[in-house]
Antibody
Framework: EVQLLESGGGLVQPGGSLRLSCAASGFTFRSYDMTWVRQAPGKGLEWVSGISGSGGSTYYADSVKGRFTISRDNSKNTLYLQMNSLKTEDTALYYC??????????WGQGTLVTVSS | QSALTQPRSVSGSPGQSVTISCTGTSSDVGGYNYVSWYQQHPGKAPKFMIYDVNKRPSGVPDRFSGSKSDNTASLTISGLQAEDEADYYCCSYAGSYTWVFGGGTKLTVL
């Protein structure tokens, strides 16, 4: 059974940093691209970032480019999202997701990031 | 990377059919047959419902179907059931390994 467990969310001031983690199990982690998707309170889904199975290729939404860094440790079956220069508009539930072909087939339960002074 | 356009809400009675539209551009929906749909119940993670415009992952009832014409994709739910009440999101590949979601549609089963 595929399981994705996010952690690392919390309250941070504007301009601050946070690192999210996602522990994956139930599939061959290194064989799949992974994705972060966020959902602001009461709002829709927003694709944030993606990374290839090897970690050699990374992709970002314009809204986070230059501030967020996605990475992975295939020896630990863990996905990361380093978030710097956080803004109030980054407040959201951040989902870790497994990509299959051009789609997300499994989602974690999310970790909440609140950016507020 | 503008969000795809979906109606904010749709409704239908049990047993009826409803269709949710998802309008993008030639750079996303119109440019690729990589459209997917997700169902999200309150407080839950999204669930994968449709891929490749009109294919269903294993376990998704055949009451759910998808289609696409030009820059607009659609999700049709036939034989509405109370458990179908949820938010629905479309998603399209937008090139260069980026994706764009729709704003979401709240389905109410009357």
């Amino acid at each position: 059974e595929v399981q994705l467990l996010e952690s690392g969310g919390g309250l941070v001031q504007p301009g601050g940093s946070l690192r999210l983690s996602c522990a994956a199990s139930g599939f061959t982690f290194r064989s799949y691209d992974m994705t972060w998707v966020r959902q602001a309170p009461g709002k829709g889904l927003e694709w944030v970032s993606g990374i290839s199975g090897s970690g050699g290729s990374t992709y970002y939404a314009d809204s986070v480019k230059g501030r967020f860094t996605i990475s992975r440790d295939n020896s630990k079956n863990t996905l990361y999202l380093q978030m710097n220069s956080l803004k109030t508009e980054d407040t959201a539930l951040y989902y870790c997701a497994k990509r299959w072909s051009y789609y997300i087939d499994y989602w974690g339960q999310g970790t909440l990031v609140t950016v507020s002074s | 990377q503008s969000a795809l356009t979906q109606p904010r809400s749709v409704s239908g009675s049990p047993g009826q059919s409803v269709t949710i539209s998802c309008t993008g551009t030639s750079s996303d929906v119109g440019g690729y047959n990589y459209v997917s749909w997700y169902q999200q119940h309150p407080g839950k993670a999204p669930k994968f419902m449709i891929y490749d415009v009109n294919k269903r992952p294993s376990g998704v009832p055949d009451r759910f179907s998808g289609s696409k014409s030009d820059n607009t994709a659609s999700l049709t739910i036939s034989g509405l059931q109370a458990e179908d009440e949820a938010d629905y999101y479309c998603c399209s590949y937008a090139g260069s390994y980026t994706w764009v979601f729709g704003g979401g549609t709240k389905l109410t089963v009357l």
